[in-house]
């Protein structure tokens, strides 16, 4: 009896250690495959801005798809661009935020909510 009660004390205190450890790993740990594809979203966006001296435009699903987007997935990050240059890929997990976000100002992958918001 007492031996079931240290290893189930064990168990769980194993456990609500393992969720602390994950939660402090860096998110290119944690979402290393969204961050990758991403990250070939965005070298597709910066070759499409430097042929065409703009971005695709939001809804152009045509454009965005030709660059690896898909317009029915949830997975795959949404794309958000600006009249001035900039755009957003967020990858929207669930209702509330904060997301995996990358903006094209700060030029780097972070846990936030977007900047460029739809009109």
Request: charge should be neutral; aromatic fraction near 12%; avoid cysteine.
């Amino acid at each position: 009896m007492k031996k079931a009660l240290i290893i189930s004390i064990s168990i769980i205190i194993l456990i609500i250690l393992s969720i602390i450890v994950y939660w402090n790993l860096p998110i290119e740990v944690t979402r290393k495959s969204d961050i990758k594809f991403g990250n070939e979203l965005i070298e597709k966006i910066e070759n499409y801005k430097k042929s065409n001296g703009k971005l695709p435009e939001t809804n152009d699903w045509q454009t965005l798809e030709k660059l690896g987007f898909k317009k029915d997935e949830s997975a795959n990050p949404t794309y958000t661009s600006e009249p001035n240059g900039n755009y957003e890929l967020v990858y929207i997990d669930g209702f509330d935020g904060p997301y995996l976000l990358w903006n094209s100002q700060e030029k780097k992958w972070t846990i936030d909510f977007p900047k460029i918001v739809l009109k």
